[in-house]
């Protein structure tokens, strides 16, 4: 047995910070290794990456990163005003605070080929026997953070003696704070699953739990519902744009409404212009991750395009956010790491989709406009056992960071229908 990599440079485990409370209390004994950490950024990492910002060079001034519609990607302007406020004005002092807001867990696990992998999550525990377990899966090019508001607002309704839920927000393998997978073999998305199945009944959760997910998480949510007895239910924020054969044509269907015309539309748009991004992250990761290591002007132009492109005009993400997610990943240097799914899902210019089993448990479907793939309640419901369904009028891709309040009430409000009588 061993550790696959080295546990990247930023965590230091030491004892949680009493603010965090008993929300770090884990409700029953773990049969698995579970220490608490603080995050922390060593300051090695953080001079060489000031020592990288205050190098770079002026932008040449092109047609295209002077188009501000950003048609042709993040402009000249932005990208020079965001490397100045990295270096200058960005608050590593706020943004360690911020990462330790809510008690931060390290896990020791083993893969089925043997390998020793140390798995990062965000945890808070309610002491009520049957609170229901929610993971909370990121996606790409997220992280835990994406999910820091969400915890605060759950702090503001619930205290960690009488929460109806405990939550648990891991960092997928290979991504951020865990491990990567030993590069010995290929990994996707089923061993991912695997994994944080195995965290999840590591920690206690043996009677079930709920997995919520969108992008990369939708993913990890829809395996587990399919290959795992515990997981209950799934509550997604993205279901890709692809037509059930079932349905009938969209110029026919009746039930289509405007809203929906809007967001295949948009789905479309995506799948035709935008997606370059990810063929080039499924075909050729190890050439991309050589680009964008060691880079952080490349690695923010790379992130902070997704960030501004795939959200809701009227609620951008700030320049601070998407500097605090380009952060994470330089320095724990796990962009190259955080591809692997494009592998399976996005290894063509035209990828064949191949159906997926029917899920025949509870499913929730939260539609957010602005994101970049998004389908119908009828094409939803042919996916699995659609027991929620919200077509919202506002947010996008990020729906955890851009509207926290409408997720968290949509997550609630499917596991109370689900699962009336408060447990499973
Ligand atoms: C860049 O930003 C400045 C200040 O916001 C603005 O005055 C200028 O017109 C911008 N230049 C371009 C090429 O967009
Ligand atoms: C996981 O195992 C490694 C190697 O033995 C050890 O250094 C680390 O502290 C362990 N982590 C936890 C959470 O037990
Ligand atoms: C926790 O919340 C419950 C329900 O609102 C309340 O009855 C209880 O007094 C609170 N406990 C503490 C320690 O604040
Ligand atoms: C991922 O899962 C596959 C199928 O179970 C397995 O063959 C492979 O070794 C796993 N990868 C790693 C790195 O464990
Ligand atoms: C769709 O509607 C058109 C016009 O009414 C009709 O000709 C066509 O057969 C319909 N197609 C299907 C698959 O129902
Ligand atoms: C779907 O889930 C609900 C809630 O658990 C359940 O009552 C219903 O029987 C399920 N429907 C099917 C078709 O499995």
């Not at 951020?176 to 997978?181: D, F, G, H, I, M």
């Not at 993913?219 to 993205?238: D, P, Q, W, Y």
Request: glycine share 6%; net charge negative; hydrophobic share 40%.
């Amino acid at each position: 047995m061993r550790l696959s990599t080295t546990w990247q440079a930023i965590v230091l485990v030491s004892s949680i910070d009493a603010a965090a409370g008993s929300w770090a209390t884990l409700p029953s004994s773990p049969t698995i290794p579970v220490k608490t950490i603080e995050v922390t950024i060593p300051s090695s990492s953080l001079q060489s990456l000031q020592e990288d910002l205050s190098r770079v060079r002026s932008f040449p001034l092109t047609y295209e990163n002077t188009q501000t519609d950003l048609r042709y990607g993040v402009t000249a302007n932005w990208t020079t005003q965001s490397i100045a406020y990295w270096r200058d004005s960005f608050d590593w002092a706020k943004f360690k605070q911020r990462m330790n807001k809510h008690p931060n867990f390290a896990a020791n696990l083993t893969t089925p080929a043997g390998d020793l992998m140390e798995v990062h999550f965000m945890g808070l525990f309610s002491q009520k026997a049957d609170a229901i377990p929610v993971a909370f899966f990121h996606g790409w090019p997220g992280a835990f953070l994406e999910f820091i508001d969400l915890l605060d607002l759950i702090k503001t309704q619930f205290n960690s003696s009488s929460s109806p839920y405990h939550i648990i927000v891991p960092s997928l393998p290979g991504f951020t704070l865990s491990s990567a997978p030993s590069p010995e073999s290929s990994w996707g998305t089923a061993n991912t699953s695997a994994l944080m199945d195995d965290l999840l009944l590591g920690l206690g959760f043996k009677s079930g739990y709920i997995a919520q997910g969108g992008d990369i998480g939708s993913f990890v949510a829809r395996t587990l519902a399919l290959t795992s007895e515990s997981c209950k239910g799934i509550h997604l924020n993205m279901i890709p744009s692809i037509k059930p054969d079932s349905a009938p044509p969209i110029a026919n269907d009746s039930t289509i409404t405007p809203q929906d015309r809007e967001v295949l539309a948009r789905s479309q748009e995506f799948f035709e212009t935008q997606q370059a991004y990810a063929i080039l992250q499924g075909t050729k990761p190890s050439t991309l991750g050589f680009a964008l290591e060691n880079n952080p002007v490349g690695l923010l132009a790379w992130v902070g395009e997704k960030f501004m492109a795939w959200t809701d005009p009227s609620h951008r993400l700030s320049v601070d956010q998407i500097l605090q997610f380009a952060s994470t990943y330089h320095l724990t240097q796990t962009i190259s790491r955080s591809f692997y799914s494009y592998r399976e899902t996005s290894n063509t210019i035209v990828p064949i989709f191949t159906p997926s089993p029917y899920i025949n448990k509870p499913m929730g479907y939260s539609r957010f406009p602005y994101d970049n793939t998004g389908v119908p309640e009828r094409w939803a419901r042919d996916l699995g056992n659609l027991t929620f369904y919200k077509a919202h009028l506002e947010g996008g891709h990020f729906a955890a960071l851009e509207r926290p309040e409408q997720l968290w009430e949509d997550v609630k409000e499917f596991i109370d229908g689900a699962f009336p009588q408060g447990h499973f």
